[in-house]
Each structure stands twice: as structure tokens, then as C-alpha cells.
């Protein structure tokens, strides 16, 4: 079975209010396994509050969120999160800093081991590996936090803006890293960005939200070769659609 057949992740009927202010309403999708997908909208549209509703740190007011068929519990299901500010701890070296998370799981030393040296080849990290995150450059250091989440091999990876503060010769950088770390572990993504050209240099599909309360708009299948070219007429009129149905509502 090709690993884009099988769901991973359903959510259904999402819905979530504030006290009076409804953000998300009644949004209903599925990713696949091994998918990537980007989800974008207007600015203040309630996605940070739908990556909060899939990382279980608020509950929906109405709606589920199922992995591999089951309600998503952070207690038993794994969902790693990487923010728009790096977030590595000051105090451990590159090395520790991935590893960390894993020891916290309680992995065996072999497994741990194997899984962190795979993050410091693919990521060229080898001679970082000893440094202290203060001594690294910002896209370096995001490096790291992207390498530690891809690590935990989670079921479901959320990134959020995770290269908001960068010039765009470092997010095309990154971008090419993260792919190659998602193509290599076969990790389930949920990238949300504001960026349409990234969302589309990125994702296997994007799906646009409305403004508040938040719906789905539309799904558009992004089928482009990889790595994309971002000059090409196809990836410019992808790139120019979804910009448009953001715009119009």
C-alpha cells in the first residue's frame, strides 16, 4: 500500500469559540500519511489557533481530531511542534539538544544514538555538533529545532511560521532542508505559513482558510516537480491562484 493511501489524520467538524468569538468553524479534512501539507489564509484568520486545536493545547468546542483512527492524545499520540523563534535549550550542546527529547521517551541509547547522527549528517550539522546554540547563526540554531522535531519522528509535525524572522536566501535554504528531512523520514507535516510562494515551493497540498470564523475554502493539489522552480509559468500560476483566493472573498 503506497504510504499516501492510508489517513493519518482526520479532523472533523472542528469548531472553536472564545467566549462569543468564534475563530474556527466546522472544518473537516484529512491528511495522509507522509503528507505535506501547508495550510495558509489571511492574517489573523485563527491559524495559530487551529495549530493549538491539533497540538491539544485548547480543546475544540465542538469537532475531533483523530491520528491513526484515534481521538489525538498528547499523552499517547507524538506531536512535535516548531515555533518562529528558535527554541533550543541555551544550556546543551547541538548534540544534546536533539537528543534530549529522545532520552526524555526514554529510548534505548542505540536507538538514540542512530537517530541523532542521521539528524547531524542529513542537516550537515557535524561540526556544530559540540557548539552551544548562542554560538550558532539564527538559521543554524533553527536548524537544530527542526532536526530535533523531525527526531521524535512524531506522528504529526506542526511548523508555524518556523521562518518568519528570516531573509528569503535562508528560507529557501531551510525550505530544501526540511524537505530533505521529510522525504528521508516519511514524517507527516502541517506547515502554516502566510507566505504563498513557501506554501507552494512546499506542500504536496494547501488549504486555504477564510477569514474568521475560519473555514475551508478551498484545497489546492500542488503536482510539481521537485526541487520547484519558482520562476516556472505552472508554480507562478499555482502561486497566483491561491494568492487570488485569498484576496477574494
Known amino acids: 500500500m503506497d504510504k499516501h493511501d492510508e489517513t493519518k489524520v482526520r479532523v472533523e467538524h472542528l469548531t472553536k469559540y472564545f467566549g462569543d468569538l468564534h475563530v474556527l468553524d466546522d472544518v473537516s479534512f484529512n491528511i495522509k500519511k507522509g503528507e505535506f501539507l501547508c495550510?495558509?489564509?489571511?492574517?489573523?484568520?485563527?491559524?495559530?489557533t487551529f495549530l493549538n486545536l491539533l497540538t491539544r493545547i485548547y480543546m475544540p468546542t465542538r469537532g475531533e481530531l483523530y491520528i491513526d483512527g484515534e481521538p489525538a492524545d498528547p499523552k499517547?499520540?507524538?506531536?512535535?511542534?516548531?515555533?518562529?523563534?528558535?527554541?533550543?535549550?541555551?544550556?546543551?550542546?547541538?548534540?544534546?539538544?536533539?537528543?534530549?527529547?529522545?532520552?526524555?521517551?526514554?529510548?534505548?541509547?542505540?536507538?538514540?544514538?542512530?537517530?541523532?547522527?542521521?539528524?547531524?549528517?542529513?542537516?550537515?550539522?557535524?561540526?556544530?555538533?559540540?557548539?552551544?546554540p548562542h554560538q550558532l547563526s539564527v538559521s543554524t540554531a533553527?536548524?537544530?529545532?527542526?532536526?530535533r522535531a523531525f527526531a521524535m519522528q512524531p506522528d504529526l509535525l506542526l511548523m508555524d511560521e518556523p521562518y518568519g524572522q528570516m531573509d528569503i536566501k535562508l528560507r529557501f535554504y531551510l525550505e530544501d532542508e526540511v524537505i530533505r528531512l521529510w522525504k528521508e523520514m516519511g514524517t507527516t507535516v502541517v506547515f502554516i505559513t502566510h507566505n504563498i510562494e513557501e506554501a507552494v515551493y512546499l506542500a504536496e497540498r494547501v488549504l486555504i482558510l477564510t477569514n474568521k470564523p475560519a473555514r475551508i475554502k478551498e484545497e489546492?493539489?500542488?503536482?510539481?516537480?521537485?526541487?520547484?522552480?519558482?520562476?516556472?509559468?505552472?508554480?507562478i500560476k499555482i502561486r497566483n491562484y491561491v494568492t487570488d483566493q485569498i484576496k477574494w472573498w
Open 142 to 147: 533553527q536548524r537544530i529545532i527542526i532536526g
Open 39 to 48: 495550510v495558509v489564509g489571511p492574517t489573523g484568520c485563527g491559524k495559530t
Open 220 to 235: 489546492v493539489k500542488v503536482d510539481l516537480p521537485r526541487p520547484r522552480d519558482v520562476t516556472s509559468p505552472d508554480f
Open 76 to 132: 499517547k499520540h507524538s506531536i512535535s511542534v516548531v515555533f518562529q523563534e528558535p527554541s533550543s535549550m541555551p544550556w546543551l550542546t547541538v548534540e544534546k539538544n536533539l537528543r534530549f527529547g529522545l532520552e526524555i521517551k526514554k529510548l534505548p541509547k542505540e536507538e538514540i544514538d542512530r537517530r541523532v547522527e542521521n539528524i547531524i549528517q542529513l542537516l550537515g550539522l557535524q561540526e556544530f555538533r559540540n557548539s552551544y
